[in-house]
């Protein structure tokens, strides 16, 4: 009998529409029934193993239908026993209130407890209850995996994987059919061959650290499978996403200094193809739209690389190298309408522009895109990036210090020194990017003044990565809108305390004026923002949502009080 490897999630939601996504252990065709509507697809196929997108059309706005999945005409979804309600299809309401719920950076499995109570978790139990409010969209921007951090559930897999040369080659046999090619070929010696292969490809790769596309999809189930409440709720809140430095390695694509580093290493094409390739399969494929999807070129190729028991592996390996060294030829930023409300996620990891002459947050074609959806008449403008884009004044003012520094303005020898400085302490966020800082600043001012379009009510970053919380306001120039950057971080994965002091401190009102006097030393323009923190910081495991009613606005952040309960840590209006 076919078996349900990891899923179902329940992706990308329009009014009409819904996404399914699932990961099988054989080839099969998936069927989704929701009511009196049934959508199928059949598997495509990635080294070995096998995925589907079935997309439901014809749904009503603001549709609460429970589905069942079905492998093969076998019903393998809800599963027997399960203490959850049966997960429904939820499409959106424009009518309505619209709540998206945000977070980033979650450590899991965690078998020795160290990262505290995971939110999701908490979140998924919170449902349960008859007067809970559930969240239309879940977002999750970024770290859903730690690539560079294994938990010891990973590192016993990763060692029983790669092991000798032999003993990597009988692990790999004896694994569940889908971890192999056998799957889709039926040789034993292909299944062979790749355990060989993975043997070879890992041999120098740290032995805390993910090595390839394999051992990804072991990262991932036991970051989406483990937890019987969180696969539940996957499956039945809407989710989008969008990569971080973690999903990678940490500090991925710092600058150009970092990428010569990691591509001098004899791992690292391995590591980067495998990295980026699952993140296509695993979240990126998920946020497109249906005619998103229709019109990616990648997408058909593998689906038709799959047919007749072929495999699409090599296709999505060329294509996720040659986004790592051309950034340009890959485009994983998106956007949705919903209603008056405009959500834009930002992709400011593998789209940045870094060379020895230029760096940029976004490469020129991905601001261009960027560029055109910074506009106005709609009530609110939400962009999700997983950096902040307003940090705490002092950690801003010493990121654009340090970028000035590491790009000569203080001489040859201090730059050695910046670059040095800048990997050391993770100085890589909006404001380490001045010029591309800059210009998002001047098409927000825009925007918020009605220079491109009716000024919305609020123009709000919604962010994560820094490993605590808190709501900063833009309070210069003036401008129609209510302009506002919005953390949440972590999800699960809590700063020690002498990190979470010395942010307290840089978060305090006026903080922030030494360092804007050393950035002006090292000649770097005033920004054409002025911000401060206004509530926050928050160190706790959280997760924050923002709920747009009309023109108004308020956000609030909840944390898991304990393992199956959320309380409530505050509440802020955005519009006044």
């Keep these: 009998m076919t078996a349900l490897v990891l899923g179902p999630l329940l992706r990308h939601v329009g009014e009409s529409t819904a996404t399914v996504w699932?990961?099988?252990?054989?080839?099969?065709?998936?069927?989704?029934?929701?009511?009196?509507?049934?959508?199928?697809?059949?598997?495509?196929?990635?080294?070995?193993?096998?995925?589907?997108?079935?997309?439901?059309?014809?749904?009503?706005?603001?549709?609460?239908?429970?589905?069942?999945?079905?492998?093969?005409?076998?019903?393998?979804?809800?599963?027997?026993?399960?203490?959850?309600?049966?997960?429904?299809?939820?499409?959106?309401?424009?009518?309505?209130?619209?709540?998206?719920?945000?977070?980033?950076?979650?450590?899991?499995?965690?078998?020795?407890?160290?990262?505290?109570?995971?939110?999701?978790?908490?979140l998924a139990h919170h449902l349960v209850r008859p007067d809970a409010t559930w969240p239309d969209i879940l977002l999750m921007v970024g770290d859903q995996v730690y690539a560079d951090e294994l938990d010891p559930a990973m590192r016993e897999i990763v060692r029983a994987r790669r092991g000798t040369r032999t003993g990597a080659a009988v692990s790999m046999g004896n694994e569940a059919p889908a971890n192999t090619l056998v799957t889709s070929t039926g040789s034993e010696n292909a299944a062979l061959d790749e355990a060989k292969s993975a043997a070879a490809s890992t041999e120098a790769c740290p032995t805390d650290e993910i090595a390839d596309f394999e051992e990804y999809t072991h990262l991932y189930r036991l970051a989406w499978r483990e937890d019987p409440a969180v696969r539940w709720l996957l499956s039945t809140v809407p989710t989008l996403t969008v990569f971080d430095d973690h999903d990678i390695r940490d500090d991925w694509n710092t600058s150009y200094a970092w990428r010569q580093q990691m591509w001098a290493l004899p791992w690292w094409r391995e590591r980067i193809v495998g990295g980026i390739g699952s993140y296509w399969v695993y979240q990126h494929l998920g946020n497109l739209s249906p005619e998103g999807r229709a019109a990616h070129e990648v997408f058909t190729a593998v689906r038709a690389a799959s047919a007749n028991g072929g495999d699409g592996g090599k296709i999505l390996d060329e294509f996720a190298e040659r986004a790592d060294r051309q950034p340009t030829t890959a485009h994983w930023s998106y956007a949705h309408d919903y209603g008056r409300t405009r959500l834009v996620v930002v992709d400011s990891r593998c789209s940045r522009l870094l060379t020895p002459e230029r760096r940029g947050m976004l490469?020129?074609?991905?601001?261009?895109?960027?560029?055109?959806?910074?506009?106005?008449?709609?009530?609110?403008?939400?962009?999700?990036?997983?950096?902040?884009?307003?940090?705490?004044?002092?950690?801003?003012?010493?990121?654009?210090?340090?970028?000035?520094?590491?790009?000569?303005?203080?001489?040859?020898?201090?730059?050695?020194?910046?670059?040095?400085?800048?990997?050391?302490?993770?100085?890589?966020?909006?404001?380490a990017f001045e010029r591309s800082f800059r210009e998002v600043a001047n098409d927000v001012i825009a925007v918020a003044r009605g220079e491109r379009g009716s000024a919305p009510a609020t123009v709000a970053f919604l962010s994560g990565d820094v490993h605590y919380s808190y709501l900063a306001r833009v309070t210069t120039p003036d401008t129609e809108s209510e302009v506002v950057q919005v953390v949440c971080s972590p999800l699960r994965n809590p700063l020690p305390g002498k990190f979470q002091w010395a942010n307290r401190i840089a978060c305090a009102r006026g903080a922030g004026v030494p360092f804007r006097w050393l950035a002006r030393m090292a000649r770097v323009p005033r920004p054409p923002l002025r911000w401060r923190i206004t509530d926050g910081p928050w160190f706790s495991n959280a997760i924050a949502t923002v709920e747009l009613t009309g023109r108004d606005s308020r956000v609030q952040w909840q944390t898991p009080s304990a393992p199956r309960e959320l309380s409530q840590i505050s509440t802020v209006s955005v519009t006044r």
Excluded: M
Excluded at 27 to 40: K, Q
Excluded at 68 to 95: H, K
Excluded at 394 to 422: D, F, L, Q, T
């Design 22 to 122: 699932v990961e099988t252990d054989r080839p099969c065709r998936v069927l989704v029934r929701a009511g009196n509507l049934e959508a199928a697809a059949d598997t495509f196929a990635v080294h070995g193993h096998h995925f589907a997108l079935v997309e439901v059309e014809g749904l009503a706005p603001g549709a609460r239908v429970p589905y069942r999945v079905e492998l093969d005409g076998a019903q393998v979804w809800p599963e027997e026993g399960s203490a959850f309600p049966a997960s429904q299809l939820r499409t959106l309401d424009p009518s309505g209130t619209l709540r998206v719920s945000f977070g980033s950076c979650r450590r899991s499995p965690d078998r020795e407890g160290k990262h505290g109570n995971d939110t999701l978790s908490a």
């Design 363 to 431: 490469d020129d074609e991905e601001f261009d895109w960027l560029d055109g959806r910074l506009q106005g008449d709609v009530d609110h403008l939400l962009v999700a990036s997983s950096l902040p884009y307003l940090l705490a004044p002092a950690i801003h003012h010493a990121e654009s210090w340090n970028e000035a520094v590491a790009e000569g303005a203080w001489g040859p020898r201090a730059a050695g020194a910046g670059e040095k400085i800048r990997q050391a302490a993770d100085l890589e966020h909006w404001a």
